[in-house]
């Protein structure tokens, strides 16, 4: 992903909307540095392996995605379709982690849809491996959701956990929700916040905790790709929102509706404003400048650093060039 393209950084600064280096960066109290299914370049992604490594980074909280099986149970795991596009494209290695998921090799009778199998199978069957031609490796399981509450329960310095609903559909949403009220505790001091990119799984979402008395601790996060994400999350009633990034480049359109987002933020309309996934220190660096809640990225450490000693960016060899006007290499 490539950083600003210089005309719209300076509109922006010249709009007041960003911050020179010598200033703090507005970091709101309460920011979530999220690390994308953990910290995966670094261990098998959406392990509980993982998840630990994005704390020990300096990350506070966790993204995760979860599927329902065939007995309705809640696995940790990713690719609801081993044969999606996305899921392919996943298992040749293409994001650059240091895992990648391995289902059952082509004709298989375990590679199915997660919803077609009992939870034993996929755990027996599915997995990481260090590359698309190694085997299973046996020591990054796939956890439970009941698995990953008792880590998220104990976990120090856990401030949220964002669960990605990725069978996009009502029915294995609503038994996401039951399993995770009866598991998650928010008391020991994070949030559980529910995304899913479906409107009507949202709506469901939001519906069941109403009827539930609104328990302390969860909430729906609205899932919307960049372009008409604060008339959607307005249409919706939802005042948490995370803005998607496009494909190929943080752009202009991208910038002026996180800039829309946070504005609305601002005067009370939404709650809270995050984005992701944002790989890449000068990225982070930009979008903290405009006081977002929360950052989702494959780089929590380098993301901590950043938030947690706020301040000029220092370049580093394997940074990209910086678009910003007020940067002289």
């Not at 980074?57 to 999606?84: C, F, I, K, S, Y």
């Not at 849809?113 to 599915?126: C, Q, Y």
């Not at 559909?169 to 038994?175: F, S, T």
């Not at 949202?202 to 539930?212: E, I, N, V």
Request: hydrophobic share 40%; aromatic share 6%; charged share 20%.
């Amino acid at each position: 992903m490539r950083g600003p393209t210089f005309s719209s950084m300076m509109a922006l600064l010249l709009a007041g909307c960003l911050h020179a280096p010598d200033e703090p960066l507005p970091v709101p109290e309460g920011f979530l540095a999220i690390g994308h299914r953990g910290a995966p370049k670094q261990a098998a992604e959406n392990t509980l392996a993982s998840f630990q490594e994005a704390l020990r980074q300096g990350a506070n909280a966790v993204e995760v995605d979860l599927n329902v099986t065939a007995d309705q149970r809640v696995a940790v795991w990713h690719d609801a379709d081993p044969d999606d596009a996305v899921s392919l494209i996943r298992q040749a290695g293409t994001e650059g982690y240091l895992y990648v998921p391995k289902p059952p090799p082509p004709g298989s009778a375990c590679r199915r849809p997660v919803e077609e199998l009992s939870l034993r199978t996929l755990l027996a069957t599915h997995g990481y491996a260090r590359g698309a031609r190694y085997e299973i490796d046996p020591g990054a399981p796939i956890p439970t959701l009941e698995e990953l509450a008792e880590w998220a329960n104990g976990a120090s310095g856990l401030k949220a956990v964002l669960l990605d609903i990725k069978q996009k559909r009502v029915g294995p949403a609503k038994i996401i929700l039951a399993a995770s009220l009866a598991s998650f505790d928010p008391t020991r001091g994070y949030t559980v916040y529910l995304l899913c990119t479906s409107e009507a799984v949202r709506s469901a979402l939001a519906k069941d905790l109403a009827a539930a008395g609104e328990p302390a601790g969860f909430l729906v996060l609205g899932d919307m790709m960049f372009g008409d994400a604060l008339a959607r999350a307005e249409q919706e009633g939802l005042q948490n929102v995370m803005v998607g990034d496009p494909v190929t480049r943080i752009n202009h359109d991208f910038l002026a509706e996180l800039a829309k987002v946070v504005s609305a933020r601002d005067e009370g309309r939404v709650t809270s404003v995050m984005v992701g996934t944002i790989n890449g220190r000068v990225d982070q660096y930009y979008l903290l400048q405009y006081g977002v809640n929360g950052i989702c990225t494959d780089d929590p450490g380098e993301l901590a650093e950043l938030w947690k000693n706020p301040g000029p960016l220092q370049r580093r060899p394997e940074d990209y060039p910086v678009y910003a006007p007020w940067h002289r290499w």
